[in-house]
């Protein structure tokens, strides 16, 4: 569906009107722009190939993450009765707890992957010191999906000034600089108006779909908590 859809925005169509209704910010349905250029059954395997890509970097970042962090020594050398590291096991761990997620993802052709694996490249960037591109990237992943904006809150919090002025600016790029140079500043400022009329408003007026495929967390609460939805 999101193949046509965008297909269709490169000659003009708003894709946030019926019946596309697109769910993402202008700048993702930019970024399917090259897999329009190729044949849907070829655009089909490659977007699974990336996706698998994808979730190698992360769990790549995830192993860089933990073995950058500082940890605190430990009390007495002891010989190990097992092979391996207590954080080998922990990132084992976090890989099976994800594997059905993943799963699932790939199941449906979604781009959760894809933003997956941007967090923890933003966040293999930030602990090791490199607050420019670790807010380049998480303002990227902010675009994709705004619950990554928490992090910007973490940023604030921690005094790393120059990491949040980066994801700022990297929000404002993505979201409206890139936007309008591709499709032209009329098209991308009604897109993302028509975007934030469906994806949005919605839940400011106290809306929440119903339906399972709403994984926000208001619409996971409320088809597992309430007698309607379950």
């Not at 089909?44 to 990336?50: A, S």
């Not at 990297?170 to 009329?197: C, H, K, Q």
């Amino acid at each position: 569906r999101s193949y046509y859809a965008v297909h269709e925005m490169r000659d003009g169509v708003n894709i946030y009107q019926r019946p596309h209704d697109f769910p993402q910010l202008p700048i993702v349905a930019i970024c399917m722009i090259p897999l329009t250029w190729l044949p849907h059954a070829v655009a089909t395997v490659l977007f699974h190939l990336l996706k698998v890509v994808a979730a190698a970097v992360a769990v790549c970042c995830a192993g860089r993450i933990v073995t950058t962090t500082p940890a605190s020594p430990p009390l007495a050398v002891r010989p190990r009765l097992w092979p391996g590291t207590p954080k080998d096991y922990l990132l084992l761990l976090a890989f099976l707890m994800t594997a059905r997620w993943l799963s699932s993802d790939f199941q449906h052709g979604n781009v959760n992957t894809f933003y997956l694996m941007r967090v923890l490249l933003g966040l293999n960037q930030f602990v090791r010191g490199r607050m420019i591109w670790a807010g380049v990237v998480m303002g990227l992943s902010v675009v994709f999906k705004v619950t990554s904006g928490l992090f910007l809150i973490y940023f604030l919090w921690k005094r790393q000034w120059k990491c949040a002025i980066a994801t700022i600016a990297s929000v404002l790029l993505f979201a409206v600089v890139i936007p309008a140079l591709v499709m032209g500043p009329s098209l991308a400022y009604e897109s993302t108006m028509n975007w934030r009329e469906i994806m949005v408003e919605p839940y400011q007026q106290g809306f929440v779909w119903m339906e399972p495929r709403n994984q926000s967390l208001p619409g996971v609460s409320y088809h597992s908590l309430d007698a309607a939805g379950a």
